[in-house]
């Protein structure tokens, strides 16, 4: 596609309920990045996928959440469980190979629990 | 760790004024830098970056930044603003190939007429 595309753009779940966001990345980028960003704060490094290497998911909050991605292409963040503080945008990043610290974003989804 | 300080999470200032919004990194190896910009309801978009090369890095709608490695610093600058310019500004920081980007936790520029 033509950019980063994130679905679905907004997200209203009860206190406890599972979310499954998805990003599909721009073609053929073989990083993807997922960051949170909370009311009035910076973006939260979550989790970042790197062609088939291992990803770093030294940045996921707790163990409700966990993401997955499909060979180079969608990926899917998951939050078990949720509570009022995961509310935030959530927002995924695609790079190529050779510019891999240069990040397309989506538009993000905005997450509310209630 | 890797970090990112901005100075200020709001600056104000006049149109056709200089526009300064400043970034420190923590580095004890050279960084790659650069600044984001997000406009009111849009996604983030790249601004500018450093690799290597020459410090002085221009980027769009007239906005430059200098790596200043005795500094640690990569401060943004814009000669003039113009009131298109209010929006959310991020530093970011990667110290390895590949590695994640590390994000300030940004300014918020406002433009007065």
């Known amino acids: 596609g033509a950019g980063v595309s994130q679905s679905p753009s907004n997200k209203v779940t009860e206190k406890g309920k599972d979310v499954e966001l998805r990003c599909d990345p721009i073609s053929g980028h073989t990083a993807l990045y997922w960051y949170r960003q909370r009311l009035g704060q910076g973006l939260e490094f979550l989790i970042y996928?790197?062609?088939?290497?291992?990803?770093?998911k030294s940045g996921l909050p707790s163990d409700r959440f966990s993401a997955e991605r499909t060979g180079e292409s969608v990926s899917t963040l998951t939050i078990q469980r949720t509570q009022q503080e995961d509310s935030a945008v959530y927002l995924c990043a695609s790079s190529t190979r050779d510019r891999v610290n240069e990040a397309f974003f989506g538009q993000g989804t905005r997450l509310t629990v209630v | 760790a890797q970090s990112v300080t901005q100075l200020g999470s709001h600056v104000s200032v006049s149109e056709g004024a200089l526009v300064l919004l400043r970034c420190n990194y923590s580095?004890?190896?050279?960084?790659?830098l650069f600044w984001y910009v997000q406009y009111p309801n849009q996604g983030l978009q790249l601004l500018l970056k450093y690799t290597t090369g020459a410090t002085l890095v221009k980027g769009i709608n007239g906005f430059e930044a200098e790596f200043k490695k005795s500094e640690t610093s990569f401060h943004l600058t814009k000669p003039s603003a113009h009131m298109s310019d209010a929006a959310e500004y991020f530093c970011?920081?990667?110290?390895?190939?590949?590695?994640?980007?590390?994000f300030g936790a940004g300014t918020i520029l406002r433009v007065k007429s």
């Open positions: 996928f790197q062609g088939n290497s291992a990803p770093d």
């Open positions: 580095s004890s190896v050279p960084p790659y």
């Open positions: 970011a920081v990667s110290y390895i190939y590949g590695n994640k980007l590390v």
